[in-house]
């Protein structure tokens, strides 16, 4: 019997990155076996296309296997080479599933230079008797031997065994310049949640209305027809983005002043990758927190806190796919806007939250949820500035915070069949709540600190509704 409040147990796949070392020789030979990958992908889109033209259905995957092992592109082992068949035809089977859903896809076309190199269990990569990781590039070639990787599963917190790993990819990062594992394992400490039906009344419906400075605002029902609404701040993130570009634009104007192929050009080059690099892994690991945080307030909705049983959910986000598309041409925003709608890492964050929490994501228009009055339904002509929301209804008047009201709105046009916004909701029935996308250091929380002290207890208004910040420090 399972306990109340315990979420069933099952098996997902995910993958470590674990940066590692090669010397010269082992990183030549790494690069020449990329190279021989991307070659051999390209062989079977050709013959991919000639078997189009020649018969009207697809080709299986011993078909593709049978055509690559025939190929015989060194220096790849057989096993690597059977993973680049098993990728194609995964690519195919997307490509159909796409277009039968109405999707603008293409079937797999684009010649590559360089591709990961994959190694399979036990074939393609083991572990040696002296406890080194060894990459087989096939027989009577050298083989790459490495320090066993170490690395723990976020989940629980232990260290995960090679016992538990499948298939290593062994990838080149261009910006870094850095070599990198990517190891498949099997965690079996991810708990899925059970999905249900938005228009299902025993569903609980968790809203979220995606932004480009606060990345989520989450709408939560409290079952009293209220709304517990949590809005990530995202300024740290976008300061990160704001200080690579402006290094980056830094060393683009050094590199206009050199002669391409010069000395001082390439290291202005190697100093421009290394940025970008580093705020690659910055905006990664704050689109983790961001997501990991949106899981678990999905997952405390689950919770039915009267009986501890778990409930069904759904989750539905404000669909913004493609908002960052074609903006200059239809002249839909500034130069600034434009630039932070196409640095958005949207599609990051909506990917990581479905691994996260099992639940497939459920797109909801978001057309004037930010325009319209929870309370009235009454629609302001234009968008409201600032974080607050005034509703110019003279005989309502009602103050929200600006992030609240997208949200409480797309869970109101989730909820109904019909797709309409339902009025009812006042400022009082919505408590908001501040959470950072990223940890504040201990040294700046005692910075803060003081200055609250320096300041006194007074507070700067806020929306009505608006709880205090959660990290507002204490006083030392």
Same mark, same amino acid.
């Given at each position: 019997?399972?306990?109340?409040?315990?979420?069933?147990?099952?098996?997902?796949?995910?993958?470590?990155?674990?940066?590692?070392?090669?010397?010269?020789?082992?990183?030549?030979?790494?690069?020449?076996?990329?190279?021989?990958?991307?070659?051999?992908?390209?062989?079977?889109?050709?013959?991919?296309?000639?078997?189009?033209?020649?018969?009207?259905?697809?080709?299986?995957?011993?078909?593709?296997?049978?055509?690559?092992?025939?190929?015989?592109?060194?220096?790849?082992?057989?096993?690597?080479?059977?993973?680049?068949?098993?990728?194609?035809?995964?690519?195919?089977?997307?490509? #159909?599933?796409?277009?039968?859903? +109405?999707?603008?896809?293409?079937?797999?076309?684009?010649?590559?230079?360089?591709?990961?190199?994959?190694?399979?269990?036990?074939?393609?990569?083991?572990?040696?008797?002296?406890?080194?990781?060894?990459?087989?590039?096939?027989?009577?070639?050298?083989?790459?031997?490495?320090?066993?990787?170490?690395?723990?599963?976020?989940?629980?917190?232990?260290?995960?065994?090679?016992?538990?790993?499948?298939?290593?990819?062994?990838?080149?990062?261009?910006?870094?310049?850095?070599?990198?594992?990517?190891?498949?394992?099997?965690?079996?400490?991810?708990?899925?949640?059970?999905?249900?039906?938005?228009?299902?009344?025993?569903?609980?419906?968790?809203?979220?209305?995606? @932004?480009?400075?606060?990345?989520?605002?989450?709408?939560?029902?409290?079952?009293?027809?209220?709304?517990?609404?949590?809005?990530?701040?995202?300024?740290?993130?976008?300061?990160?983005?704001?200080?690579?570009?402006?290094?980056?634009?830094?060393?683009?104007?050094?590199?206009?002043?050199?002669?391409? @192929?010069?000395?001082?050009?390439?290291?202005?080059?190697?100093?421009?990758?290394?940025?970008?690099?580093?705020?690659?892994?910055?905006?990664?690991?704050?689109?983790?927190?961001?997501?990991?945080?949106?899981?678990?307030?999905?997952?405390?909705?689950?919770?039915?806190?009267?009986? +501890?049983?778990?409930?069904?959910?759904?989750?539905?986000?404000?669909?913004?796919?493609?908002?960052?598309?074609?903006?200059?041409?239809? #002249?839909?925003?500034?130069?600034?806007?434009?630039?932070?709608?196409?640095?958005?890492?949207?599609?990051?964050?909506?990917?990581?939250?479905?691994?996260?929490?099992?639940?497939?994501?459920?797109?909801?228009?978001?057309?004037?949820?930010?325009?319209?009055?929870?309370?009235? +339904?009454?629609?302001? #002509?234009?968008?409201?500035?600032?974080?607050?929301?005034?509703?110019?209804?003279?005989?309502?008047?009602?103050?929200?915070?600006?992030?609240?009201?997208?949200?409480?709105?797309?869970?109101?046009?989730?909820?109904?069949?019909?797709?309409?916004?339902?009025?009812?909701?006042?400022?009082?029935?919505?408590?908001?709540?501040?959470?950072?996308?990223?940890?504040?250091?201990?040294?700046?929380?005692?910075?803060?600190?003081?200055?609250?002290?320096?300041?006194?207890?007074?507070?700067?208004?806020?929306?009505?509704?608006?709880?205090?910040?959660?990290?507002?420090?204490?006083?030392?």
């Amino acid at each position: 019997m399972r306990r109340q409040g315990q979420f069933p147990r099952s098996g997902t796949d995910r993958t470590a990155v674990v940066p590692v070392w090669l010397n010269r020789a082992e990183h030549v030979q790494a690069h020449e076996a990329s190279h021989a990958a991307a070659l051999q992908w390209n062989q079977l889109v050709q013959w991919l296309r000639s078997y189009w033209d020649e018969n009207e259905s697809d080709p299986g995957f011993v078909a593709l296997r049978a055509y690559g092992d025939s190929l015989k592109v060194a220096p790849l082992h057989s096993q690597s080479i059977q993973g680049i068949a098993e990728d194609m035809h995964e690519a195919v089977k997307t490509y #159909r599933k796409n277009k039968a859903a +109405g999707l603008r896809v293409r079937a797999p076309w684009r010649e590559k230079k360089y591709r990961p190199v994959s190694f399979s269990r036990n074939y393609g990569w083991r572990v040696t008797p002296e406890g080194k990781l060894a990459l087989s590039y096939g027989k009577g070639r050298e083989r790459i031997v490495l320090d066993l990787p170490e690395f723990t599963d976020p989940l629980t917190g232990l260290m995960v065994p090679s016992s538990e790993w499948g298939e290593i990819r062994l990838c080149w990062d261009r910006q870094a310049r850095a070599w990198a594992l990517h190891v498949n394992y099997k965690t079996h400490a991810f708990t899925a949640l059970p999905r249900g039906d938005r228009l299902d009344p025993g569903t609980v419906v968790v809203s979220v209305d995606p @932004g480009v400075i606060n990345p989520v605002t989450v709408a939560v029902p409290d079952g009293a027809g209220g709304f517990d609404v949590t809005v990530v701040n995202g300024r740290s993130i976008r300061s990160i983005k704001r200080l690579r570009n402006k290094k980056v634009r830094e060393l683009q104007k050094l590199k206009s002043r050199c002669k391409n @192929g010069s000395r001082r050009h390439k290291r202005l080059v190697h100093a421009e990758r290394r940025v970008k690099a580093r705020a690659e892994r910055q905006v990664s690991n704050a689109n983790h927190h961001v997501s990991r945080i949106t899981a678990d307030l999905v997952r405390d909705a689950a919770i039915d806190r009267s009986t +501890g049983e778990i409930r069904k959910v759904a989750v539905v986000m404000g669909d913004v796919r493609g908002i960052e598309q074609k903006t200059r041409q239809k #002249r839909r925003a500034n130069r600034s806007l434009r630039q932070q709608l196409s640095q958005w890492s949207r599609g990051a964050t909506d990917r990581q939250l479905e691994y996260k929490t099992g639940l497939a994501l459920d797109y909801i228009p978001e057309q004037h949820t930010t325009k319209t009055c929870p309370a009235c +339904g009454n629609q302001r #002509r234009s968008s409201p500035k600032g974080r607050a929301y005034t509703c110019t209804n003279l005989s309502c008047l009602a103050v929200f915070h600006r992030d609240a009201v997208g949200a409480v709105n797309i869970h109101s046009r989730a909820t109904h069949a019909d797709g309409t916004i339902r009025p009812g909701t006042r400022p009082e029935h919505i408590r908001v709540t501040y959470r950072r996308a990223l940890p504040t250091p201990p040294r700046a929380k005692d910075l803060h600190a003081v200055e609250a002290l320096e300041q006194g207890p007074s507070q700067p208004d806020r929306p009505a509704g608006v709880a205090d910040h959660t990290s507002t420090p204490q006083a030392a």
